[in-house]
């Protein structure tokens, strides 16, 4: 299993930002997800990428319109704007060698190679 590594993260107030990133490179479909103290991972965003076809992201519905998905040749990001209390988690970057993985639902289900998450606090 391919060790993703994430960065990026840190603490800052309600209203802030954030850019994390994500060193991987050559997978079809990646994502991001978080998993605050005592829930479950959920899926934020991800971000499909065909080879020789565009790349389409897709939200969660609690980051739609202040978080935004993107990647270069090496690079996975997700930039955080607007931050609030809630965001507070630790957020893991995923991949799959899969671009229909990034289909559907936004779910673990299909992501086989995973960062070990970065922290993000945010204070009110």
């Known amino acids: 299993q391919v060790q993703l590594m994430e960065s990026g993260g840190g603490s800052v107030q309600a209203g802030g930002s954030l850019t994390l990133s994500c060193a991987a490179s050559g997978y079809p479909c990646m994502a991001w997800f978080r998993q605050a103290p005592g829930k479950e991972r959920e899926g934020v965003a991800r971000?499909?990428?065909?080879?020789?076809?565009?790349?389409t992201p897709y939200y969660a519905d609690s980051v739609k319109g202040r978080f935004a998905i993107s990647r270069d040749h090496d690079t996975l990001y997700l930039q955080l704007n607007s931050l609030k209390p809630e965001d507070t988690a630790m957020y893991y970057c995923?991949?799959?060698?899969?671009?229909?993985?990034?289909?559907?639902?936004?779910?673990?289900?299909?992501?086989?190679?995973w960062g070990q998450g970065t922290q993000v606090t945010i204070s009110s």
């Open positions: 971000i499909r990428s065909p080879p020789g076809g565009p790349s």
């Open positions: 995923a991949a799959a060698d899969n671009s229909l993985i990034c289909t559907g639902r936004l779910t673990e289900w299909g992501y086989k190679h």
